[in-house]
């Protein structure tokens, strides 16, 4: 069921311009823990996969940095020594700490988005911009508006159930 015009979430494609043609922004990441009938629907069908890592990366024309390496974290120029860019690190960590509190007290959660949660826990614009923002986003296939009104508690739920609330 789809309650918009055009198929969207998981199953959301756009054509980016006439060079680069159609792109999926749908589901595109899937593991054996989390998924493991997909995974045999996908035998079934011969449907090939590919082992894939669950690292992050952001790219902006001002900013780059990623997860998968030492050299990936700090890929931008000044960002050892970014005050903003370590705190958006400590951030990180921080909200892997803090973010089961939801799942724990799913009842004071419930009625609060992202962007709330993040306001009243005091994370940095940094973290927000550069972090929990686009991975949410680049989940959910949303804008960035979107991912900051989605309701925290499920957020929660599947960053816990698909392990990414670890380093």
Same mark, same amino acid.
């Given at each position: 069921l789809e309650a918009e015009a055009t198929p969207g979430g998981h199953a959301l494609t756009i054509d980016a311009d006439k060079t680069i043609? @159609?792109?999926?922004l749908g589901f595109q990441v899937c593991n054996l823990t989390n998924y493991p009938h997909l995974f045999g629907f996908f035998d079934t069908l011969n449907v090939d996969t590919? @082992?894939?890592?669950m690292s992050f990366a952001l790219s902006t024309p001002t900013f780059e940095w990623g997860s998968r390496s030492l050299d990936a974290v700090f890929a931008s120029p000044g960002s050892k020594t970014s @005050? +903003?860019?370590l705190k958006m690190l400590a951030d990180i960590v921080r909200f892997n700490w803090l973010a089961p509190e939801v799942l724990q007290n799913r009842d004071a959660w419930h009625d609060s988005t992202l962007g709330v949660y993040l306001s009243s826990r005091g994370f940095s614009a940094e973290f +927000?911009?550069?972090y929990v923002v686009p991975m949410t986003a680049a989940i959910w296939s949303c804008s960035d508006e979107e991912a900051l009104a989605f309701p925290v508690v499920p957020l929660v739920a599947f960053w816990s159930n698909h392990h990414l609330l670890s380093l």
């Open positions: 043609g @159609p792109i999926d590919e @082992p894939s890592d @005050p +903003a860019f +927000a911009q550069q």
